[in-house]
Every structure is written in C-alpha cells, then in structure tokens.
C-alpha cells in the first residue's frame, strides 16, 4: 500500500465445489467516491457469486492544525480483523468505523 496516495482495494473470494478463486480490485476515489464500483462493473464480474474477504483503504487524519495530513492505513479482513492500532487515533477511527457500519464488532458487539 502505497503511503503517498489515497486508494480502496478490495478482494473479492468465491468459493465452489472443485476449489477457490480470487480476485483484487483496486481503485483510486479521489474525485470519484464510486471508483471501486465504477471499476467492478467494468469487470462484469458476477458479484453475487463472490465474497468481499478484504478491504484495504487509507485514511487521511489532521492531526494537527497547519500540517499535511496523516495517511494511515487500514485493512479490515474476514471475519473480524482490522489493522488499526489501539491508541487514541486508532480508536477514533474504530468509532468512525463503527458509526458507519464498518468495523467489525465481537461476538458481544464489544469491538474486534
């Protein structure tokens, strides 16, 4: 993941009877919110048949007032895995996470 650009990547999973295929979809929002969409229906891929088992995107955060943005990287995995430190920024996007219907929650929705 390159720390200098912002991008989404997505890796979709299906699973048959006679074995596994996978496939990597990366696309860059800036400027278009839709791009991962955008890019897989492109691909005409049956989505139904697949399942989304990573997302890697990059979160831009001011940290502090006047200086650039802090890119940090996330990558939520199937079935409960996210990459994000538990410090104070990690948790405030955790909660950012959450409160988008992202994060992946505990067995007891306590947080993964």
Partial sequence: MS????????????FFHAGHERVT??????????????????????????????VE????????????PKKIPVRLTWPNSCSLKRDALGDKLRAMLAASGIEPKGSEGTGA
Avoid at 3 to 14: I, M, P, T, V
Avoid at 28 to 52: C, Q, S, T
């Fill in 57 to 68: 995107l990059t979160a831009s955060v001011l940290v502090k007032a006047g200086e650039k």
């Fill in 3 to 14: 720390e200098n650009r912002n991008f989404l990547s997505l890796e979709l999973d299906q």
């Fill in 25 to 54: 979809v990366e696309a860059n929002p800036e400027g278009n919110p839709d791009a991962a969409y955008a890019l897989l229906a492109k691909m005409a891929l049956p989505l139904n048949l697949y399942y989304v088992t990573q």
